[in-house]
């Protein structure tokens, strides 16, 4: 038998827990349980649900590519090299992190709008970006990059420097080292980098309506078609609420299996 | 022939110089030691002389070619080191050992990976995961993975620091070996370095106090600093 104080205190830990976990997972059940009796599959065939459910893919898709692309470079940079002011880049680098990512919808208008400041620019070029589909990929980036880049500089810095040298030692060229030993050592925390920018790009609301606007089939995402849907019928707006939970449990769980099964050692 | 010159060399780490020399030459075929006291500078210079560092100040020449930021992949390829602490690879000891010669591209059979292991008393290990491998274990395959790409200079820190006295002899056996490879010793032991070395230097704290024929350096060393080291009278 426990003393009354131990049992007191585990009945504490476990009513609390249980009722948080209660609190954040309710909800999203509900949600799910009014969707199947909405007919979810029905809905799937509506054709703003499928712009939109394609839109959302499609769009933050590229917006992680770039941001990998981009971003893997610049976060090697920083846990790596000598980069001036680096404690000052990476507290902007935070700041859309923090932001209510309407600021960040407003800052990107105010500078890639018709009258922003590369406003200019951009027409003798013959490119308007507000309101199109590339402004919905930039507003994704802008919010979601930092996510990546913050999480691959970690993984870049923690990095064993004597795996990187004895291999380099070895006869490795730099591209060896990066390619076989860098790069699988910080997978782990490059992939779950991904995960969240990605989530985070695909449930962008607030830039994205700012910066893109709302238009059916070329910026509306799935968040803004729920945020319209309920306006007019509840239902498509349930399903859509159903699919972006489904998806985002479902590539969750994939990367969070990759990147179980990688707590990674170079690779030859 | 000399296969490293080094001149007016120093290397700083921020405002400290750890190493200050002023000459060294190292000639192809033979076997330096370099000894001294913790932290003087040993490591550091094997680390120039593999050119994972570049000297602050001063020029450091490899077979004729300035080591900086340029220097080729190729010269770069024909030195290697066997760390103080070698990190090896989370896989087989055999795929160690063939790490290398993968790198290079260079095609191998299981022969030859296997001759380097029985040279370091490793035949029955090619299949086993160097992480379950102890200290001296991974330290003799550190020098297998160096000898199997048969390099023209070997820099060996410490190499039997963690071994038993049966392996101490099967490693300076090999090294006694070393044919026409230059091989940089650095040890801690200078009863090794009189067993093997052509010539022996003593570093303290950075500089290069002399550098002699192996016999004059235990006999009859110029300066007193290398009499009281040899006789193990702390120095700084
Ligand atoms: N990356 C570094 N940054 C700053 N200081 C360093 C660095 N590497 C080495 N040092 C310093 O340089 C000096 C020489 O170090 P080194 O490793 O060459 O000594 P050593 O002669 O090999 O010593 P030991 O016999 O203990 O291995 C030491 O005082 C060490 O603290
Ligand atoms: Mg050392």
Redesign the pocket.
Known sequence: MLPFRAHLGQTLIFSASGALLLFLVLPLFVLLARAIEADLLQQLTQPTVTQALRLSLVTSSLSMLITAALGTPLAYSLARHKVPARSVIETLLDLPIVLPPAVAGLALLLTFGRRGFLGPVLETLDLSLPFTTTAVIMAETFVAAPFFIRSAQVGFANVSHQLEESASDLGANNWQVFRRVTLPLAGTALLSGLILSWARALGEFGATILFAGSFSGRTQTMPLAIYHALESDLGSAVALAAILILISFFFLALLRLITHGRIGHPML | MTLYQLRNLQHR??E?T??DLSALDIAHGEIIALV????????????LLQFLETPTQGSLLFDGILSDHALPLEARRRVVTVF?HPALLDRSVFDNVAYGLRLRGVPYGPETIMAALGRVGLRDYARVRAKTLSGGEAQRVALARALVLNPIALLL??PTANLDPYNVGLIEEIIRGHGTTTVVL?T?NTFQAKRLADRVGL?LS?KLIELLPADRFFNAPLDPRTRSFINGEMVY
Do not use: A, I, M, N
Request: hydrophobic residues 25%.
């Open positions: 780490y921020g400290r750890v190493l001294g006291p913790s932290g003087s500078g040993k490591s550091t210079l094997l680390r103080q820190d410490e650095v801690h570093l950075g």
